[in-house]
């Protein structure tokens, strides 16, 4: 049906629930935003950010593109970005890609997929700085989860060199960038150990890729 009565009768029934344990809930929420965490993950819908954390709307600023990239000709990413450090003041950036990406799965493929093969050609870059390490896995299925982290990792070191994230740090502003993946089969976030605070941190990171 044109209007998708069922997604209106359950916009309902979400709302009624969040009053019911909140009674002041959107009252609060309409007068503020004041999120702690920039979420940037990947546009999968299995991929939710307030659901995996267990937040609610207004706790979490999120910015989503397929295979969680942070690419600098990307103004609508860096707008967020922006936004989020020198508007809503963020002290967290997380970076979350998935195992499972149909992204990744489809950069390391060699076929051709129409207007997406532009933007999958930042993943297909990652591939290429590692690609050493990820042919020496014995089996698909290692290789492409590898990929999956390495690209995490290399949208960190690419946020964190953002003028805007620079910035931040240079003017004494607390801001942490983190590089997550989930597991879809499990509903499980791991952090892979790629946190940086400030630009000491940033060269440490560089140095070891």
Request: charged share 25%; hydrophobic share 40%.
């Amino acid at each position: 049906m044109r209007e998708l009565k069922n997604l209106f009768e359950r916009n309902r029934k979400w709302a009624d629930k969040v009053k019911a344990t909140h009674p002041d809930f959107f009252l609060k929420l309409s007068r503020q935003q004041k999120p702690e965490y920039l979420w940037i993950g990947c546009s999968d819908s299995r991929v939710p950010a307030n659901e995996i954390v267990d937040m609610l709307p207004g706790e979490i600023f999120v910015h989503r593109n397929i295979a969680n990239l942070v690419v600098h000709t990307d103004l609508n990413c860096l707008s967020v970005i922006q936004y989020a450090v020198e508007v809503l003041r963020v002290k967290h950036i997380i970076v979350c890609g998935h195992y499972g990406c149909g992204g990744i799965v489809t950069a390391l493929e060699d076929d051709e997929h129409g207007l997406i093969d532009n933007w999958l050609q930042n993943v297909k870059d990652v591939y290429r700085y590692h690609r050493a390490r990820i042919d020496s896995l014995a089996s698909e299925q290692e290789r492409r989860d590898l990929m999956c982290e390495l690209n995490v990792i290399e949208q960190v070191i690419n946020l964190a060199n953002t003028t805007v994230v620079q910035t931040a740090w240079k003017g004494g502003q607390k801001l942490t960038v983190h590089g997550w993946i989930y597991s879809i089969d499990n509903g499980i976030l791991k952090d892979l150990d790629v946190c940086i605070a400030g630009r000491e941190d940033l060269a440490r990171l560089q140095s070891q890729r």
